[in-house]
C-alpha cells in the first residue's frame, strides 16, 4: 500500500468492529493484517452504502 492513500473509515462503531474482527478471525499470517483489515472494512463500507441507498429508495417511492 502506498505510504500517501488515505482511507476514509464512514461506519458505525459495532460495524468497523465487526469488520476488523472478521479480518482478524481469517489471519493466517500469509498476507499483511492491515491490508486485510482495510479490505474488510471497505467490504462493510461498501454494504452499508448499498443498504443505505436501497432505505433512500424505498422512502423515495413511499411519497404520496
Not at 41 to 52: L, T, Y
Request: a positive charge; proline letters at 3%; charged letters at 35%.
Amino acid at each position: 500500500m502506498k505510504e500517501q492513500e488515505r482511507v476514509v473509515i464512514d461506519l458505525p462503531r459495532d460495524k468497523f468492529d465487526n469488520a476488523v474482527l472478521m479480518a482478524l478471525e481469517k489471519d493466517t499470517g500469509a498476507v499483511p493484517i492491515c491490508g486485510e483489515i482495510i479490505r474488510c472494512v471497505k467490504i462493510a463500507m461498501r454494504r452499508e452504502k448499498v443498504r443505505n441507498q436501497r432505505i433512500a429508495n424505498l422512502q423515495g417511492g413511499n411519497k404520496c
